[in-house]
């Protein structure tokens, strides 16, 4: 399921906002929603693609820190910072900083291939 454009707003190339009407906030918490850990991360992912200009699968997680929850209701501009960009003809590899203007959420170390596993 791609999330962009639907449980995530693109607002420009700087940010996006939750989508906080999107039903996986009403499973994830009833009363008290907050983002996924498994939807930061596949946000990532469709994020490095627009930005690569091709199709990645996750291969493998190889470190995640989550420092602080998204909560919808908040509103809040939230940027995907990538650094340390390592592509190869089998895989990419990269580090991302889930972050807004005062607070970091996640700090995430992936690897994709270009074609399924």
Known sequence: M????DFFI???TDGLRTNPE???YKAHFPGNPITPGV?????AGELLEKKLGRKLYLKTVKNVKF?????PQEGKKIR???TNIVEDENECK???VVSDDA???AKISLIFSYERL
Do not use: G, N, W
């Not at 791609?2 to 454009?5: F, G, N, P, S």
């Not at 420092?67 to 909560?71: E, G, Q």
């Open 94 to 96: 990269a580090q991302v």
């Open 10 to 12: 693109l607002e420009d």
């Open 39 to 43: 939807c930061v991360i596949q946000t």
């Open 67 to 71: 420092l602080s929850v998204i909560i």
């Open 22 to 24: 999107h039903p996986i």
């Open 80 to 82: 995907y910072d990538f």
């Open 103 to 105: 607070i970091i959420y």
């Open 2 to 5: 791609r999330l962009i454009d």
